[in-house]
């Protein structure tokens, strides 16, 4: 089973996680309840608390932050690249 | 110096069933027996843009082995900080455009990126070929595109600058004395050549458990995979029999 990485938020976690892959899957696959994900924004926003202090506490808060920095340049090349290729899948399915 | 890796596959099931295997990909080891090496999965953030229909989505996977053993090899047990925490934080970003029909996915590793950082982009679409329109209910393509980079030497040159550097040399053995006797371009090309070679072993499995997912997912649909998902959490296989 797929754990948190802080233990004490594997519960909210995985009712999280079962929120989401059923909407995910019912709704959101089937086109229904495009608009917003919000029968699961409850039960993220407690997930989300829970997760904070331990993303802090293992300093992953810091390395995400070093993630975005360092990586602004890659991004602007590779990023130009993949547009294309969406772009072009966008204009292909236009049948 | 970068090394650039791509291939391209096809997934006979269809998009949506596809992206939805991608989220439960490491749900449970039960389901899928290649995702051992994933210790934890966390969500911290999850938005539909209500404009394009998009679906973002960020998590943070903790996975066992964060560079390849040969890798470590090369490097001062002063860099890796010995071989006793093998563990690595995978910072994974997607886009689900469910209208449009494609998903966009990213995943990069957050420790260790001035060693080696590695970053994959995923990018599955129903087919495109004119012949494949009735295909293209029931197959993905998936092109994935890894870009290795090593920074070694470089990141080491900015942190410290060159004074420090030096005096850091003349301290210790393993600071940058051990670049001066192996050459940092040697060793940069060494570890993208090596984890590179890893990484396509390791994209074989990653279909291998995407596939046994996809499989799962037409026998039972997600009711039951979800139920498999509980059961397996509750404790182990005894429970998922009865």
């Known amino acids: 089973m797929s754990q948190s990485l ?18 995910y899957s019912e709704k959101y696959l089937r086109g229904i309840g495009t608009t917003d994900n919000n029968e699961c924004a409850g039960l993220f ?24 920095e360092d ?25 | 110096m970068v090394l650039t890796h791509t291939t391209n596959h096809t997934y006979s099931h269809p998009f949506p069933t596809v992206t939805l295997a991608f989220f439960l990909r490491y749900c449970s080891p039960q ?23 998009r679906l973002h989505t960020t998590r943070i996977h903790l996975k066992k082995s964060r560079l390849p053993p040969a890798v470590m090899k090369l490097l001062p047990a002063s860099l ?19 209208r449009e029909g494609w998903m966009a996915t990213e995943s990069r590793n957050l420790n260790f990126v001035g060693v080696l950082s590695v970053v994959e982009r995923q990018l599955y679409a129903m087919p495109k070929a004119p012949h494949a329109q009735r295909a293209a209910d029931n197959s993905t393509d998936v092109e994935t595109r890894v870009v ?31 670049f001066a006797r192996l050459g940092a371009r040697g060793i940069q090309r060494s570890i993208e050549t090596l984890a590179s070679t890893k990484t396509q072993d390791q994209l074989g499995k990653s279909r291998e458990g995407m596939r046994i997912i996809l499989e799962r997912l037409r026998q039972t649909g997600i009711m039951g995979v979800l139920e498999l998902r509980k059961m397996a959490s509750q404790r182990g296989p005894e429970a998922a029999a009865h």
Not at chain 1, 45 to 66: H, N, P, V
Not at chain 1, 74 to 95: F, H, P, V, W
Request: hydrophobic share 30%; with cysteine; charged share 30%.
């Open chain 2, 31 to 53: 389901l899928n027996p290649f995702a051992s090496h994933v210790l934890s999965t966390d969500t911290i953030s999850s938005h539909l843009d209500p404009d394009t229909g």
């Open chain 1, 6 to 23: 802080a233990p004490e938020c594997n519960e909210i976690k995985e009712r999280y996680d079962t929120c989401f892959l059923k909407w």
């Open chain 2, 80 to 98: 890796t900080g010995g071989t006793s925490d093998k563990a690595s934080y995978i910072l994974e970003t997607s886009i689900v455009d469910m």
């Open chain 1, 45 to 68: 926003k407690e997930y989300s608390t829970c997760l904070q202090g331990a993303l802090k506490e293992r300093g992953i808060d810091k390395l995400l932050e070093e993630a975005r």
């Open chain 1, 71 to 95: 990586n602004k340049e890659n991004d602007t090349a590779l990023m130009g690249k993949k547009k294309c290729k969406l772009s072009e899948t966008r204009g292909l399915r236009q049948r």
């Open chain 2, 148 to 178: 290795f980079r090593s920074r070694l030497g470089e990141r080491i040159r900015d942190r410290l600058g060159q004074a420090q550097a030096q005096a850091e040399a003349a301290a210790s053995d393993s600071g940058g004395g051990f």
